[in-house]
């Protein structure tokens, strides 16, 4: 059964920066593209960014310039580099294997107002 889990996230004042994980494990990860997502309380699960297997990114227009997605092959680990961060970027982060309905369990990530 494939396995996705997160780390990374925490209490970060408004401006600081948190770096997010997902670790991946019985799957062929080099082939597949991940995303990023993120629900925030009462409100609908949103994507947050996403990279293919060739590397290739794209952000929601809310954290770019901000967040970067990465991944390491060799680990089938898929980092969010978060920096800047808002107290509208509260929520809760999840990784996903992209066009699946494989997610891990997610992270809290708050930013105090």
């Known amino acids: 059964q494939l396995q996705l889990v997160e780390s990374g996230g925490g209490l970060v004042q408004s401006g600081g920066s948190l770096r997010l994980s997902c670790a991946a494990s019985r799957i062929i990860f080099s082939v597949y593209g991940m995303a990023w997502y993120r629900q925030a309380p009462g409100k609908q699960r949103e994507l947050v960014a996403t990279?293919?297997?060739?590397?290739?990114?794209s952000y929601a227009d809310s954290v770019k310039g901000r967040f970067a997605i990465s991944r390491d092959n060799t680990t089938s680990t898929v980092y969010l580099q978060m920096n800047r961060l808002k107290p509208e970027d509260t929520a809760d982060y999840y990784c996903?294997?992209?066009?699946?309905?494989?997610w891990g369990q997610g992270t809290q990530v708050t930013v105090p107002s």
């Open positions: 990279i293919t297997a060739g590397g290739s990114t």
């Open positions: 996903n294997v992209s066009r699946t309905n494989y």
